[in-house]
């Protein structure tokens, strides 16, 4: 097992050991990249470089898993149930979805969360989505708001890291 700890614009690569007898099974819930930098090494300010994605079209975007079915159908039925059309969508693994999850202080191949690229992640974030579609997903927003936010994550943690498990992969993203 290793921690990455940030360190000066990069990160540090601890080890950790454990007797040979134990073997554990471990599931990345995100992985840390140190921040881009440009030819001159300057760090990129990703806020700036992805501002063309709001300049005409000022529509949060959900960022979601592209070949997870879990996270398309939960697309499809945020589509179905947002009449004003005030999402936007982009896969996780798409070009765009990469750079978004930079601007979100996200590595660009973190696909373990939804993000409504705002600032909102995990149950945040969908919390984020209910408020913006119909009826009756607002108010159910409001009453899920008083769960407190660790049990909403831990719940949330748990349906993400076995979403190919109960709802299987598709071979492509279907958006």
Sequence with gaps: MALLIPRGGGCVR???SRPAHVRK???AFATMTPPRTSPRGDVVDWVE???GF???DTRPIMLFDGVCNLCNGGVKFVRDNDRNRSIRFEALQSEAGKKLLRRSGRAPDDISSVVLVEKDIKSE????IMEYIDLPFPQLAFFLQFVPLFVRDFVYDNVANNRYTFFGRSDSCEI
């Design 14 to 16: 601890l080890g950790v």
């Design 25 to 27: 099974r471990l599931i």
């Design 49 to 51: 470089a992805t501002s």
């Design 125 to 128: 974030a969908v919390l984020k």
């Design 54 to 56: 709001f300049q005409n």
